[in-house]
């Protein structure tokens, strides 16, 4: 019997050394599963990166995985979570031609609808701004391209745990 396949969050902890994302990366590729979100930032602990990586597998891949991480020279701690565990959310941009936001009234109920926000406006294009999670950002994604998306990006998630990590506190064992 094949395990369910849901949505994992992992976040790992890790120095910010050269090669360390090239390796993280192998162990995904290793075992066929595709990293669907990837983003790297500073932590809530100085000189400490922290990554997170959304991933659709099952849980025995995902606790294999998140093992396998920790292995890795330069990571301190990795975590997984579900979507029902953490708080998560993604930004998105949209470039689009100027003459659409005076043209077309539609483009301009597609932006108060979905709290959206212009962050630049010249002559020939305007740029969109969405924060929220994937499926507001498709949603938007579709109800524009009608009109002609010129360029658009999406990061990755962002996320953070409902539960506390105790992270911090492990850290200060570590330094004892």
């Not at 790992?12 to 590729?29: A, D």
């Not at 995985?65 to 701690?77: A, F, G, L, P, S």
Request: charged share 25%; glycine share 2%; hydrophobic share 40%.
């Amino acid at each position: 019997m094949q395990e369910e396949q849901k949505w994992y969050t992992i976040t790992i902890y890790s120095e910010n050394t050269v090669g360390l994302l090239n390796r993280i990366s192998g162990i995904f590729l290793k075992r066929h599963i595709n990293i669907e979100s990837f983003t790297a930032s500073k932590s809530e602990i100085d000189n400490v990166t922290k990554f997170v990586i959304v991933v659709c597998t099952d849980e025995s891949q995902i606790v294999k995985i998140t093992k396998q991480i920790e292995k890795q020279i330069d990571v301190i701690r990795a975590f997984y979570h579900t979507d029902e565990e953490t708080i998560f959310q993604e930004s998105a941009l949209f470039k689009i031609k100027s003459n659409l936001l005076f043209d077309e009234r539609q483009i301009q109920n597609i932006i108060k609808e979905s709290n959206a926000q212009i962050v630049t406006v010249s002559r020939d294009f305007f740029v969109l701004s969405k924060t929220g999670r994937r499926p507001e950002i498709d949603a938007m994604y579709d109800a524009l391209k009608e009109y002609g998306i010129s360029q658009f990006v999406r990061s990755g998630r962002i996320a953070v745990t409902k539960d506390s990590l105790m992270i911090s506190k492990l850290l200060n064992q570590l330094q004892e």
